[in-house]
């Protein structure tokens, strides 16, 4: 039989299809910008027959369907891998709940943790001519998901890019159950935090006079990335690499302004390489049947041996607080979920004993409270009760603001004290160094 035929037998309407999905059921939802959208309205439509059906997914463009059918929470649970916007108002409906992870170790968690799915759902783009369906920018850990589904159910949009890669990049027909042809919505964009302020500016500035000519970079998501991004691409700095999980738009800017050549990579050598992709329709423009673009497995990806081998590898991301002692909170404020841990922890690491790498956490030194409306620091004296460590004092690197950067590596808590006091906001020094007496990590002979 041949994979056309093979695939009119498969293809089924999205409300024939969802009919697989039982009560009590655990079923996933891909990720990021591939989650399905018309198996999740079918879904949702099925809502007055099911109860207690667990999601999985992460990462959200939109809201789903099935937030919104009456009492959703006793319909279905969302459990996510890393929260956005959107699952962060859901945790508050009492709809999403997080699953802490450190991002490299997904696909294991499906294969020896998880062990098996009742359904696998998600968008990929149309097959090709050898019976393949592409995972999109959507890759990361559908592999893992797919050989412990019980049912796979692909939803189809002719909109999706291909995204080429080395391996577990697709799903063949032989192993997919049922083939959902959607109404093609356009790819979700992800904006970038909206343009750059003085402060990204300032930080972007500090950050890239670190970056030598052939560094390998890793980028999270923000204005702050994306203005150190244009600012590489102004820059005269040349045969750079990307090996990161998340390709974003600043890559994109980078590559054609030939700053990226990828050519001093110990291996996957000319390749970006990344784990999953969101962004404007020029990303996905750039990363379709692009074969310098290698989308590849999460934990290929965010193996922090793997970082480690590449020389001045340099990791970047952003934090919500730190304190005096080095400890960094990416996911939280309090026990007000924000985030998740995502990669962090994997590239702070890997970039840590990369020989040359170094870690950049990137940050604001304040920021407006809009309950109070008071000036706040993001460098305190301890992390707020109940916030998450996401990055410990003991793996901490670099922290930038706009007032300076400060490596604390190799430096006692009494010099990492007046180190992160040094690049707070002013209106707050005084204030940190009183504090920093009272925890016996400030000595006399420091300068206020």
């Known amino acids: 039989m041949s994979y056309q035929e093979e695939y009119r037998q498969k293809l089924t309407s999205a409300a024939e299809a969802v009919k697989a999905v039982k009560p009590g059921d ?11 959208v018309a198996l999740d309205k079918a879904l949702a439509a099925r809502s007055g027959e099911l109860t207690d059906v667990k999601v999985r997914g992460g990462i959200l463009t939109h809201r789903p369907a099935i937030f919104d059918v009456p009492n959703a929470a006793e319909k279905f649970c969302w459990n996510s891998w890393h929260m956005g916007g959107i699952e962060r108002k859901a945790i508050k409906e009492g709809l999403a709940y997080y699953i802490p992870m450190r991002y490299s170790e997904l696909p294991g968690f499906y294969r020896n943790e ?11 783009p149309p097959m090709d001519e050898h019976g393949w369906f592409n995972f999109g920018p959507g890759g990361s850990h559908l592999k893992a998901v797919c050989e412990v589904a019980k049912t796979i159910i692909v939803e189809v949009n002719k909109n999706i890019p291909v995204c080429l890669g080395g391996f577990d990049n697709c799903v063949h027909i032989s192993d997919v159950d049922m083939i959902v042809e959607g109404d093609n919505p356009p790819m979700e964009i992800l904006g970038g935090g909206g343009a750059a302020s ?5 930080v972007a500035k500090l950050v890239v006079e670190e970056i030598p000519d052939g560094a390998c970079l890793q980028l999270g998501i923000g204005a702050m990335p994306n203005a150190i991004g244009k600012m590489i691409a102004e820059s005269d700095l040349k045969d750079l690499g990307v090996h990161t999980e998340m390709y974003v738009d600043a890559f994109v800017e980078m590559s054609r302004a030939g700053r990226i050549t990828g050519l001093r990579k110990p291996f996957d050598r000319g ?14 423009d750039f990363l379709n049947n692009n074969p310098e673009c290698m989308a590849a497995p999460v934990d290929y990806v965010n193996s922090i041996a793997r970082v480690a081998q590449i020389e001045n590898f340099m990791s970047i991301n952003g934090a919500v607080d730190i304190d005096l002692f080095g ?12 985030s998740g841990a995502g990669g962090q922890q994997d590239f702070v690491m890997g970039a840590y004993l990369s020989k040359g790498g170094k870690s950049f956490i990137c940050c604001s030194s304040s920021f407006m409270d809009k309950k109070t409306g008071q000036l706040k620091s993001r460098i305190r004296p301890t992390l707020v009760d109940g916030s998450v460590v996401t990055a410990t004092r003991a793996n901490l690197h670099w922290l930038v603001t706009e007032y300076g950067k400060f490596c604390v590596k190799g430096k006692s808590v009494w010099e990492r004290a007046e180190g992160l006091i040094g690049i707070a906001h002013p209106q707050f020094r005084d204030e940190l160094i009183a504090e920093a007496e009272k925890m016996h990590i400030w000595r006399r002979s420091n300068k206020r």
């Open 26 to 36: 655990w079923i996933d939802y891909g990720w990021c910008v591939c989650t399905p």
């Open 114 to 124: 998880i062990k098996s799915i009742d359904v696998a759902m998600f968008q990929v």
């Open 198 to 202: 003085e402060v990204d500016l300032a």
């Open 271 to 284: 390749r970006q390489t990344y784990a999953f992709a969101a962004g404007s329709q020029a990303l996905y």
């Open 327 to 338: 400890q960094v909170s990416s996911e939280s404020s309090g026990i007000n979920h924000i």
